[in-house]
C-alpha cells in the first residue's frame, strides 16, 4: 500500500486547512491511520489517529477541540480539518499506517507506511 498525503499550504492564524490521505494498493480496513507533524528540528509528534473498522478516534491535547479526523471510505481516504490554526502547528504533516494495539498509537515508530508529507505554515 502507498500513501498520498495533501492539502498543506500557508494559512494565518485562525485560518483552516483541510489534509487528505489516500490510499493506493489496498483498503484502510483492518489498519489504524495516523497524523503526525514534525516542525524543523523536532521529533516526529503525534496529532491524530483513526481506527479504519469501527472509526475510533484519537487526539493530541494540543489539537483537541480544533483538530475533526474524518474518512471517506468511497475512496479510502482520510482527512484531517484543522480549524482555529496556530503559528506553533506549523510543521510538515505525514499520514501513516500501523496495525499496533491502540494503546500505542501515539509511537511513530510503530508505523510502517507512511505518506511523502505535507507542509502546513501557519503565520501570525
Known amino acids: 500500500v502507498q500513501l498520498q498525503a495533501s492539502g498543506g499550504g500557508l494559512v494565518q492564524a485562525g485560518g483552516s486547512l483541510r489534509l487528505s490521505c489516500a490510499a493506493s494498493?489496498?483498503?484502510?480496513?483492518?489498519?489504524?491511520v495516523g497524523w503526525f507533524r514534525q516542525a524543523p528540528g523536532k521529533e516526529r509528534e503525534f496529532v491524530s489517529a483513526?481506527?479504519?473498522?469501527?472509526?475510533?478516534?484519537r487526539y493530541a491535547d494540543s489539537v483537541k477541540g480544533r483538530f475533526t479526523i474524518s474518512r471517506d471510505i468511497a475512496k479510502n481516504t482520510l482527512y484531517l480539518q484543522m480549524n482555529s490554526l496556530k503559528p506553533e502547528d506549523t510543521a510538515v504533516y505525514y499520514c501513516?499506517?500501523?496495525?499496533?494495539?491502540?494503546?500505542?498509537?501515539?509511537?511513530?515508530?510503530?508505523?510502517?507506511?507512511w505518506g511523502q508529507g505535507t507542509l502546513v505554515t501557519v503565520s501570525s
Open positions: 501513516g499506517l500501523t496495525r499496533i494495539v491502540w494503546s500505542e498509537i501515539a509511537n511513530h515508530k510503530q508505523y510502517n507506511v
Open positions: 483513526f481506527r479504519w473498522s469501527g472509526g475510533t478516534t
Open positions: 494498493g489496498r483498503s484502510f480496513s483492518g489498519y489504524i
